[in-house]
């Protein structure tokens, strides 16, 4: 197996990280999704197990071992970042379904890493092949999974509704919470979400999983403003799983809300240590730009699209928006409808509607950004790109309802772009 590069940690946090998570309170008495604090450390590194069934399957090719090991990498994959982890899964399993073809567990693991690598097509057929062997495989929830992240909203609905009547289970019912958020209720998101943490940490959960969870909770409570919240659900994560990427940025976004730009820089920068994802770097960059460091902002923005490019298109979207910000529109516009081929969500069309907005083409931008809010998805950024596409064509009324809902929503939603929202709304209520 070749080697898996290392996330290289940062040590040791700044006074004013350290100070930032003290202050979060976790756990919260008597709430069960949070995770027990005596527990929360218990777990096995995956590299090390990694290792185990990489000479399990070497010594004696099966199906099961090269599976197991497949998953295996994949978990890595997630908790690195490591995009050959996710080329090393596939390996694995393209020689366990070589072995067994009817090996539902081996199918279905195999649509998952398509998912991950954004091959959409192949991770829908796999998912469906997986379904067909055995209806309780997960192929359904993974066929659906695709669905959402193609636009087919109706059809993943369909998918886990049918799920559902075969068996619950907390991965289902966070999906079901992602569904109600792109539909606008993510309140009603934030108690399924809740109810789908308490099951997982009750079934064992813990590690990586676990944590991706109170981020997913982080997340949304971020949406509808509630920072105290947000930064409890962050500071759990990284609790299950320390120095967990996500946890970190999402930490450093509450102190961006709150203007802590010190604390938020450190964290961005412990976050991009360990995974130098694009969105944390562009982040990280916005904030030295905004405290006055061109610098280090240049520095951030440097290696955005270099990381990017290494990531074979996963992270094309997130490359777009950072053109799109950045002084290079039409490459995002072309990246936008480039993804757009494949991957017709809401968040596609708003991609394309702030390139179209930037370079100028205001009527073009309506009928995108149009596409983006037809389930009513209340987002911060989405509608504050609505508003500002409003305000460019005059309309003023709905450009005040949208930025206004914008900020209602979340004061603080971004370090520049909130303070835009608010310059544009006192423009349109003039």
Do not use: C
Request: aromatic fraction near 8%; hydrophobic fraction near 45%.
């Amino acid at each position: 197996m070749p080697n898996m590069k290392k996330p290289r940690i940062v040590v040791s946090a700044a006074v004013g990280v350290v100070a930032f998570l003290a202050t979060a309170l976790w756990p919260r008495a008597g709430d069960p999704s949070y995770p027990d604090p005596e527990v929360a450390m218990v777990n096995a590194p995956t590299a090390d197990s990694i290792a185990l069934f990489h000479a399990r399957a070497t010594a004696n090719p099966n199906a099961l071992d090269l599976t197991i090991l497949a998953q295996l990498q994949a978990r890595y994959g997630r908790e690195t970042g490591d995009v050959a982890a996710f080329e090393q899964a596939e390996s694995a399993l393209t020689d366990a379904i070589a072995l067994q073809p009817n090996y539902s567990v081996a199918v279905a693991s195999l649509s998952s890493v398509y998912l991950a690598q954004h091959r959409f097509h192949e991770a829908l057929v796999t998912a469906r092949r997986a379904h067909e062997l055995n209806p309780r495989s997960g192929g359904l929830v993974l066929a659906g999974d695709v669905l959402v992240a193609t636009g087919d909203y109706e059809g993943a609905a369909g998918a886990y509704s049918e799920a559902a009547q075969q068996s619950a289970s907390p991965g289902l019912a966070a999906r079901l919470a992602h569904l109600d958020e792109l539909h606008g209720r993510p309140e009603t998101a934030i108690v399924e979400m809740e109810r789908a943490a308490t099951a997982h940490l009750h079934a064992g959960g813990s590690g990586e999983e676990a944590a991706w969870y109170q981020v997913r909770l982080g997340e949304l409570n971020f949406t509808v403003g509630d920072l105290h919240e947000a930064q409890r659900r962050y500071q759990a994560a990284v609790a299950l799983f320390p120095d967990y990427y996500a946890g970190l940025a999402g930490l450093g976004r509450v102190a961006a809300a709150r203007a802590d730009f010190e604390t938020a820089i450190d964290l961005y920068t412990k976050a991009t240590s360990v995974i130098p994802r694009p969105e944390s770097l562009a982040a990280l960059g916005d904030l030295h730009r905004v405290t006055g460091n061109s610098e280090r902002a240049d520095d951030a923005y440097a290696t955005v699209e270099a990381i990017a490019q290494l990531a074979g298109g996963v992270y094309n979207r997130n490359l777009a928006l950072f053109f799109i910000d950045h002084g290079r529109a039409a490459d995002g516009l072309a990246l936008a409808e480039e993804g757009l081929e494949t991957r017709r969500d809401i968040y596609g069309y708003d991609t394309k509607a702030w390139a179209l907005y930037r370079l100028g083409r205001y009527e073009k931008a309506r009928s995108a950004i149009d596409q983006a809010l037809v389930l009513g998805t209340r987002d911060s950024l989405l509608l504050y790109h609505s508003g500002a596409i409003s305000a460019a064509l005059g309309e003023n009324d709905r450009a005040a309802a949208e930025l206004g809902t914008a900020l209602d929503l979340n004061e603080n939603f971004h370090p520049i772009f909130a303070n835009e929202a608010r310059r544009l709304l006192t423009e349109v209520t003039w």
